[in-house]
């Protein structure tokens, strides 16, 4: 089976390039032809610290403070006890940061 993929300019670019695989999905318009669309890749905007958690991350940056926690249901861990010990974790490490934050203002 043959399909004809149609992918932009910029992709096209950097599979030129070699230097890296590009990541995406394709869409198909037909059983024949699709469109590639390049997964966008999380880049943590200037200023921002993170800290990873066993089931997920928390990061501070200077707009807001953000924490996500994924945990399976098939996972052998208490997962209530697992919240508490991650959010502690967190808030552990979001007092340290806007700590070191205000003494650098001061």
């Known amino acids: 089976?043959?399909?004809?993929?149609q992918i932009s300019d910029a992709v096209y670019a950097q599979l030129l390039n070699g230097t890296n695989r590009m990541?995406?999905?394709?869409?198909?318009?037909n059983p024949t032809e699709?469109?590639?669309?390049?997964h966008r890749r999380w880049q943590p905007?200037?200023?921002?610290?993170?800290?990873k958690l066993p089931?997920?991350?928390?990061?501070v940056c200077n707009g807001d403070v953000r924490m996500n926690l994924r945990i399976a249901?098939?996972?052998?861990?208490?997962?209530?006890?697992?919240?508490?010990?991650?959010s502690v974790d967190a808030s552990n490490f979001v007092?340290?940061?806007?700590?070191?934050?205000?003494?650098?203002?001061?």
């Open 95 to 106: 007092e340290i940061i806007t700590d070191e934050n205000l003494n650098e203002r001061a």
């Open 55 to 59: 089931h997920g991350r928390v990061s």
């Open 73 to 86: 249901r098939d996972e052998m861990v208490d997962a209530p006890q697992a919240i508490l010990g991650e």
């Open 23 to 29: 990541r995406g999905t394709i869409g198909l318009v």
């Open 45 to 51: 905007k200037p200023g921002t610290q993170y800290m």
């Open 34 to 38: 699709g469109n590639f669309s390049e």
């Open 1 to 5: 089976m043959e399909v004809k993929i």
